[in-house]
């Protein structure tokens, strides 16, 4: 059953060449269309050999393509599904979904390669794809039940694969790669919940927390609180790789890594042990106002794991 319906899945992907609206680019279709047809092989993903399913005929899909726009549109179209999945999917139900990722990238197709990234193995266009996902959200703007979901399903996703796939990478030689880039979403996280707010898309935005991780002083504490709870999942999922990082004081180009409007005077550009504890120091002024079963349960773990790092 699983096998035919991959099967369905990628057969289709020729026949959209034949539209008679397409010009250059076989994969030129509309994005719901395309992004449909990925999401639903990723549906499917309800054991450990449907994900291997999955990953082969990823793998032979991928070989039919040449470098250029077509292999781009494809890319691009398949991370957003994985993306748009992530989103409906409750963090604690993300494994399949990640196991899919990490068995993809054992996969190095030698003669494939998008721009200087292998196929599949550098996850090459997902770390781009993800950012402007990530750029959307602010750890402290959604209001609605739905949107708050798919926030913490990309926080999620992201945190876990930081995890995953730079388990066993050095932190010395994460420039540029696929762990780096997992490594900024953290940080990015990390900063705008307990360094000021940096974000451009709202830069009226009140602030939620000081400097030293208490509730500012009239804030809500609902909202305060989802913005704690998604940085936890970054320290829970991730926080071996995070504290290598801040033990070797890995630093990023350009203002990627740059510091908070609270500590704008310090000369960050990446991660730190200051910068960590830091953020240890706002996680536990955090238990003191948290609300929320779930963040009060997530900003504990993030303070005794931090300790335990250490």
Not at 42 to 71: C, F, I, M, Y
Not at 153 to 173: C, H, S
């Amino acid at each position: 059953m699983i096998e035919k319906a991959l099967d369905d899945f990628f057969s289709l992907i020729p026949s959209l060449s034949k539209s008679s609206d397409q010009t250059t680019s076989v994969l030129t279709p509309s994005r719901p269309i395309m992004c449909n047809i990925f999401e639903q092989s990723l549906q499917r993903l309800s054991n450990r050999e449907a994900v291997l399913t999955a990953v082969r005929h990823w793998v032979q899909e991928a070989q039919k393509e040449q470098p250029g726009d077509d292999l781009e549109h494809l890319l691009w179209y398949a991370w957003e599904a994985v993306i748009d999945k992530a989103g409906k999917t409750p963090v604690d139900q993300q494994e399949q979904l990640v196991q899919f990722l990490a068995e993809l990238r054992k996969h190095e197709l030698p003669n494939l390669r998008f721009g200087e990234h292998k196929v599949w193995k550098d996850l090459p266009n997902f770390g781009l794809a993800a950012r402007e996902k990530y750029n959307d959200v602010e750890a402290f703007a959604a209001d609605s039940p739905e949107d708050r979901a798919k926030q913490d399903g990309l926080v999620g996703l992201l945190a876990r694969l930081t995890g995953v796939v730079t388990k066993d990478i050095d932190p010395e030689t994460t420039k540029g790669d696929v762990g780096g880039d997992f490594a900024l979403f953290g940080l990015w996280t990390l900063r705008e919940v307990f360094e000021g707010n940096v974000t451009t898309s709202n830069p009226e935005r009140k602030e939620y927390i000081t400097a030293d991780g208490e509730l500012v002083q009239g804030a809500d504490a609902q909202v305060a609180s989802r913005g704690v709870n998604q940085a936890s999942l970054y320290i829970l999922l991730a926080g071996e790789y995070l504290w290598r990082l801040s033990q070797a004081n890995k630093d990023f180009v350009g203002n990627n890594g740059a510091p908070g409007p609270y500590f704008k005077d310090r000369a960050w550009k990446g991660f730190s042990k200051e910068r960590w504890a830091i953020w240890k120091r706002g996680f536990e002024k955090a238990q003191e106002w948290v609300v929320g079963e779930e963040a009060k349960s997530r900003v504990k773990a993030a303070v005794e794991k931090m300790a335990k790092l250490e």
